[in-house]
């Protein structure tokens, strides 16, 4: 059977207001300027948004597919578009970074600033050796020395790679080691749930004997006791003083810009390849037009980690593209309290703001009391990224947080695609909750069969990309036959990038996603999607946040297992697997019912906030746990293994 079953349907619309469309950035001429040439739209879209040091005459190179290049005869320098031009346009005053340090300390970094500390830091890697091709490895807390550090490399055409700075000595060390990187900037430590969390002993267990890496940057954060060894070097002293003077040189569009490896799965990681010129055109062309941005007037936050993908598009690249003023902040969502983000919010008048549905739903969990005692009138878009946000947590996303009023922009994309993909426009769409809509203009997505073959309207299938876009990665790391195989290998003959998510089209052509295809469940030969199952569950007002797997059985192939969190209104909620179970049959039908369903405190997730549903899967068929090493809390895992084992299984 190819395609999916689509059981789940949701009903509620939510125009844009004639005030927001009159004043929105984007109008639906961009739509019609993309289907009537889709690459004179992206050229035209390059020219304006960046600065071109040499200009490009040839838009799409893809006679060598998958290898492609875009703008390919072209030059510019990322880290000029992104800092110097904003200067010398007269915007040096302007903002770009509101800081908050989680014990509550702060910094105002100016356009003028940043660039200056920039130049700084590129003179003192160029001492260190570092030059145009070199790799950099970057394990930081959430700082403004993040960003200057991303700026640096990219200023001297090296290439960085960013690593969470949570992950362990041996994840660190797999990824200096495939990136050959030849210096790792890191930090003595960094805040985080109210303490200093230590990072360079981190490095000092990664560069320890056999390493390719020369010189470790510290930057002095958490104040905590450090070891020293010949190879490292303070960032106050060397970049402190070095020279603000630093011409930015100008680069081929298709040099590497960053290396971002992917986790949570074993083996070998995954080094997604990203280059210069196409990425950064799609990140700044997203950021302005799904976001509606006006920089001169809004302040915008995105709460990723600048370890991640969003944290690279939308929380440095995409923003200083455009002369964004963001925030950025240090430390947890409820650290020192549970309000802290609305908290900023109020502070710094946030008008946009992109979180995680993980984030949305745990708030839910606690209640929209909280929220409540802030001032988030400031708010006018709200946009999600990550999972499918399912529509209970959509429409109380904004309700409470905003105010019933504010658009939410549903955002589709991955580390691979470098960019947004699917979106709503704020000013042009009519939402769905739930829904992550429509294609952005210039982008060519369809779902489809096994074969390739495009399924109907209300039909699940595979999502696929079927033509290049600006932004997609350009290899994984050392190993383009591995690239070609995961990405482009099931539909060879079409051409087309497959996802690896399952989606459908609705009756309007809207797309709903429909959860990773390895998160499919054969039910009794019905193909259900985790993602709808989920949703009627969350669709409860007793539940929180819920995560589906599937598991085997003998009966009818595979059984729908559930792991649910409750709110804290419903915590003694009497015989609550009968209730929500009931609830799944009624909402979806009685083929969706979960087998069994459990009751949690917490769910296993990734630092990025992910739910690692392999895990739970390892625990409803009776395995020994998988790798834990990615999760915020692997003591999570144990108790739910624990709660399995104890719980008398259902018989129905």
Same mark, same amino acid.
């Given at each position: 059977?190819?395609?999916?079953?689509?059981?789940?349907?949701?009903?509620?619309?939510?125009?844009?207001?004639?005030?927001?469309?009159?004043?929105?950035?984007?109008? +639906?001429?961009?739509?019609?300027?993309?289907?009537?040439?889709?690459?004179?739209?992206?050229?035209?879209?390059?020219?304006?948004?960046?600065?071109?040091?040499?200009?490009?005459?040839?838009?799409?190179?893809?006679?060598?597919?998958?290898?492609?290049?875009?703008?390919?005869?072209?030059?510019?320098?990322?880290?000029?578009?992104?800092?110097?031009?904003?200067?010398?346009?007269?915007?040096?005053?302007?903002?770009?970074?509101?800081?908050?340090?989680?014990?509550?300390?702060?910094?105002?970094?100016?356009?003028?600033?940043?660039?200056?500390?920039?130049?700084?830091?590129?003179?003192?890697?160029?001492?260190?050796?570092?030059?145009?091709?070199?790799?950099?490895?970057?394990?930081?807390?959430?700082?403004?020395?993040?960003?200057?550090?991303?700026?640096?490399?990219?200023?001297?055409?090296?290439?960085?790679?960013?690593?969470?700075?949570?992950?362990?000595?041996?994840?660190?060390?797999?990824?200096?080691?495939?990136?050959?990187?030849?210096?790792?900037?890191?930090?003595?430590?960094?805040?985080?749930?109210?303490?200093?969390?230590?990072?360079?002993?981190?490095?000092?267990?990664?560069?320890?004997?056999?390493?390719?890496?020369?010189?470790?940057?510290?930057?002095?954060?958490?104040?905590?006791?450090?070891?020293?060894?010949?190879?490292?070097?303070?960032?106050?002293?060397?970049?402190?003083?070095?020279?603000?003077?630093?011409?930015?040189?100008?680069?081929?569009?298709?040099?590497?810009?960053?290396?971002?490896?992917?986790?949570?799965?074993?083996?070998?990681?995954?080094?997604?390849?990203?280059?210069?010129?196409?990425?950064?055109?799609?990140?700044?062309?997203?950021?302005?037009?799904?976001?509606?941005?006006?920089?001169?007037?809004?302040?915008?936050?995105?709460?990723?980690?600048?370890?991640?993908?969003?944290?690279?598009?939308?929380?440095?690249?995409?923003?200083?593209?455009?002369?964004?003023?963001?925030?950025?902040?240090?430390?947890?969502?409820?650290? +020192?309290?549970?309000?802290?983000?609305?908290?900023?919010?109020?502070?710094?008048?946030?008008?946009?703001?992109?979180?995680?549905?993980?984030?949305?739903?745990?708030?839910?969990?606690?209640?929209?009391?909280?929220?409540?005692?802030?001032?988030?009138?400031?708010?006018?878009?709200?946009?999600?990224?990550?999972?499918?946000?399912?529509?209970?947590?959509?429409?109380?996303?904004?309700?409470?947080?905003?105010?019933?009023?504010?658009?939410?922009?549903?955002?589709?994309?991955?580390?691979?695609?470098?960019?947004?993909?699917?979106?709503?426009?704020?000013?042009?769409?009519?939402?769905?909750?739930?829904?992550?809509?429509? +294609?952005?203009?210039?982008?060519?997505?369809?779902?489809?069969?096994?074969?390739?073959? +495009?399924?109907?309207?209300?039909?699940?299938?595979?999502?696929?990309?079927?033509?290049?876009?600006?932004?997609?990665?350009?290899?994984?790391?050392?190993?383009?036959?591995?690239?070609?195989?995961?990405?482009?290998?099931?539909?060879?003959?079409?051409?087309?990038?497959?996802?690896?998510?399952?989606?459908?089209?609705?009756?309007?052509?809207?797309?709903?996603?429909?959860?990773?295809?390895?998160?499919?469940?054969?039910?009794?030969?019905?193909?259900?999607?985790?993602?709808?199952?989920?949703?009627?569950?969350?669709?409860?007002?007793?539940?929180?946040?819920?995560?589906?797997?599937?598991?085997?059985?003998?009966?009818?192939?595979?059984?729908?297992?559930?792991?649910?969190?409750?709110?804290?209104?419903?915590?003694?909620?009497?015989?609550?697997?009968?209730?929500?179970?009931?609830?799944?049959?009624?909402?979806?039908?009685?083929?969706?019912?979960?087998?069994?369903?459990?009751?949690?405190?917490?769910?296993?997730?990734?630092?990025?906030?992910?739910?690692?549903?392999?895990?739970?899967?390892?625990?409803?068929?009776?395995?020994?746990?998988?790798?834990?090493?990615?999760?915020?809390?692997?003591?999570?895992?144990?108790?739910?293994?624990?709660?399995?084992?104890?719980?008398?299984?259902?018989?129905?």
């Amino acid at each position: 059977m190819n395609s999916i079953d689509n059981l789940l349907h949701e009903d509620r619309r939510f125009p844009p207001t004639p005030e927001f469309t009159a004043a929105a950035i984007a109008q +639906p001429e961009l739509y019609e300027a993309a289907a009537s040439d889709r690459l004179a739209f992206w050229a035209d879209q390059s020219r304006r948004l960046l600065h071109w040091h040499e200009p490009f005459t040839s838009t799409l190179d893809w006679s060598n597919a998958p290898v492609v290049r875009w703008f390919g005869d072209g030059k510019l320098n990322v880290a000029y578009n992104c800092l110097d031009r904003h200067v010398l346009a007269g915007h040096g005053d302007r903002v770009a970074y509101h800081w908050e340090g989680e014990p509550g300390d702060t910094r105002a970094v100016t356009y003028a600033e940043l660039t200056t500390e920039v130049k700084r830091a590129a003179n003192a890697l160029a001492a260190l050796g570092i030059g145009h091709g070199d790799r950099v490895a970057i394990y930081l807390p959430n700082i403004p020395e993040a960003v200057v550090a991303m700026l640096a490399v990219a200023r001297l055409g090296a290439i960085h790679s960013v690593v969470f700075g949570g992950f362990s000595a041996e994840s660190l060390r797999a990824r200096i080691d495939d990136a050959q990187a030849k210096l790792v900037i890191t930090a003595d430590g960094g805040w985080r749930k109210g303490k200093v969390f230590p990072l360079k002993p981190t490095v000092d267990a990664a560069v320890a004997g056999d390493s390719p890496v020369e010189h470790v940057l510290v930057v002095r954060r958490g104040e905590n006791a450090v070891d020293w060894s010949e190879k490292d070097v303070w960032w106050h002293d060397a970049v402190g003083t070095a020279s603000d003077q630093h011409e930015a040189e100008a680069f081929d569009s298709e040099n590497p810009l960053f290396i971002l490896y992917t986790s949570g799965t074993t083996g070998k990681p995954k080094g997604i390849l990203h280059t210069s010129g196409g990425y950064l055109t799609q990140a700044a062309f997203t950021h302005e037009n799904v976001f509606d941005l006006h920089p001169e007037t809004d302040v915008y936050w995105c709460t990723a980690d600048v370890g991640w993908i969003t944290g690279h598009s939308y929380s440095v690249y995409g923003p200083l593209a455009n002369g964004a003023t963001s925030v950025m902040y240090e430390g947890t969502p409820d650290t +020192p309290h549970p309000g802290r983000w609305w908290e900023l919010i109020e502070k710094y008048k946030v008008s946009i703001f992109y979180t995680a549905p993980t984030a949305i739903r745990s708030f839910m969990k606690l209640g929209g009391a909280i929220p409540a005692k802030f001032d988030l009138t400031s708010l006018r878009v709200l946009g999600s990224v990550g999972e499918p946000i399912n529509p209970e947590a959509w429409v109380w996303y904004r309700d409470i947080i905003g105010g019933g009023r504010t658009p939410i922009v549903d955002t589709w994309w991955q580390t691979e695609t470098g960019a947004i993909m699917v979106a709503a426009l704020p000013g042009i769409t009519t939402l769905k909750p739930g829904s992550a809509q429509v +294609p952005i203009p210039g982008i060519s997505i369809a779902v489809v069969d096994d074969d390739g073959t +495009p399924v109907g309207r209300d039909e699940g299938g595979l999502l696929v990309v079927t033509e290049p876009w600006p932004s997609m990665l350009r290899g994984i790391w050392g190993d383009m036959d591995r690239y070609a195989e995961t990405y482009w290998s099931k539909f060879e003959s079409q051409g087309y990038y497959f996802a690896g998510d399952g989606a459908r089209f609705d009756h309007d052509g809207d797309l709903w996603l429909l959860g990773r295809v390895d998160d499919v469940m054969n039910v009794s030969g019905h193909r259900l999607s985790t993602a709808e199952i989920e949703s009627a569950l969350v669709g409860h007002s007793a539940v929180a946040e819920a995560a589906v797997v599937g598991a085997h059985d003998e009966t009818t192939g595979q059984a729908v297992v559930a792991f649910v969190i409750l709110r804290s209104e419903y915590a003694e909620l009497e015989d609550a697997s009968a209730v929500l179970r009931a609830h799944v049959a009624t909402a979806i039908g009685a083929i969706a019912r979960p087998r069994e369903l459990y009751v949690v405190a917490e769910l296993p997730k990734t630092r990025s906030g992910k739910i690692m549903r392999r895990l739970l899967r390892d625990v409803a068929e009776g395995r020994d746990i998988g790798d834990t090493t990615t999760l915020a809390d692997a003591s999570v895992m144990s108790i739910i293994a624990a709660k399995y084992a104890s719980t008398p299984k259902s018989d129905d």
